[in-house]
């Protein structure tokens, strides 16, 4: 994958934000309303080093959501090609996102520098990449010069990374994603990693979007269940879901023409056994072919404590 230089407008500025929040499609359309930009997911890259950047353009003009992995700060960036643009962005983004400016954390440090040093990483976030308040350098060398290793450590720190932020992003262009057999897309489209349809308790942006035929399994591997629909059937897997860490194990199958039945082989630890849900126009008869060949038993719904399986 090929990574580019791309180095925005020569009008910086940055917020500091929450670790946990970030771009959304309602601050791109907003964003748009105040200044007539059309951001977009471009890529992902970073500076060299020490942070990490999701990049969005519009043409030439830069918007990226920037962290520091070390410290957990992060801050959008604003590179622009318009001082008028540049500040209609930063009041769209201080108006919907709690935030922390230069000076803001400036104060914040100059009481408590030696209780939390590492915090001068965001402040120099905080600049964009563009050169620092005069009091902000004052601190930072304040810092350097500290009687304390932590805080002087942390002063270091703080500087390569603001070293690096000055610098164009590196950014490896965004792949589109594969477009998702209809049997699996939900009832609305997902801007997630994982986008297709779940039916797990507590995802409803995920639900399966027509109505799902429950079984339980008299077994509590799912690799059983994987056979019948590999090996026997010879339906095809069309997805998986498994890597939260919480125990949740989803697999997807579908016939192998046209795909127009789904098979979800799930497990959780809330509810002991193997359970098989199916949707779609053969989701009848596979379900009696299931009672059949394993010993499936039909429910009225959801087994009992379903909910418990929500992330």
């Not at 771009?23 to 970073?46: K, R, S």
């Not at 540049?86 to 230069?102: H, K, L, M, S, T």
């Not at 030696?114 to 976030?125: G, H, S, Y």
């Not at 016939?255 to 809330?270: D, F, K, N, Q």
Request: proline share 7%; glycine share 6%.
């Amino acid at each position: 994958m090929t990574t580019q230089t791309l180095a925005g407008g020569p009008y910086r500025c940055a917020l500091v934000i929450r670790s946990t929040d970030g771009v959304d499609d309602d601050l791109l359309t907003e964003i748009a309303d105040a200044t007539g930009l059309n951001f977009a997911l471009y890529g992902h890259g970073g500076f060299g080093g020490e942070s990490t950047a999701t990049v969005y353009t519009a043409d030439d003009d830069l918007l990226m959501e920037v962290r520091c992995d070390e410290t957990d700060a992060k801050a959008l960036f604003v590179r622009v090609h318009s001082a008028e643009h540049a500040a209609a962005i930063r009041n769209v983004i201080a108006a919907r996102r709690p935030f922390w400016n230069e000076p803001a954390l400036r104060a914040q440090l100059e009481e408590n520098l030696r209780e939390q040093p590492r915090a001068l990483v965001a402040l120099l976030m905080a600049t964009g990449g563009a050169p620092p308040e005069p009091e902000t350098a004052e601190l930072l060398q304040r810092a350097l010069d500290h009687d304390d290793e932590e805080v002087r450590n942390a002063a270091e720190y703080a500087r390569l990374v603001a070293a690096e932020l000055v610098h164009p992003v590196l950014v490896r262009k965004a792949q589109p994603k594969p477009e998702l057999e209809p049997i699996l897309r939900p009832a609305r489209p997902v801007d997630d990693e994982r986008h297709w349809i779940t039916v797990r308790a507590g995802v409803p942006e995920r639900a399966v979007p027509r109505p799902v035929t429950w079984l339980r399994a008299p077994f509590d591997d799912p690799d059983e269940a994987v056979f019948w629909a590999a090996a026997r059937a010879y339906w095809v897997l069309l997805a998986v879901d498994d890597r939260d860490g919480t125990g949740w194990h989803e697999e997807i199958f579908s016939e192998p023409r046209g795909h127009r039945t789904a098979l979800h082989i799930v497990r959780h630890p809330a509810v002991d056994e193997v359970h098989l849900a199916l949707h779609g126009d053969a989701a009848d008869t596979t379900a009696m072919e299931l009672v059949r060949d394993l010993g499936a038993e039909v429910l009225d719904g959801p087994p009992a404590g379903w909910e418990r399986t929500a992330p």
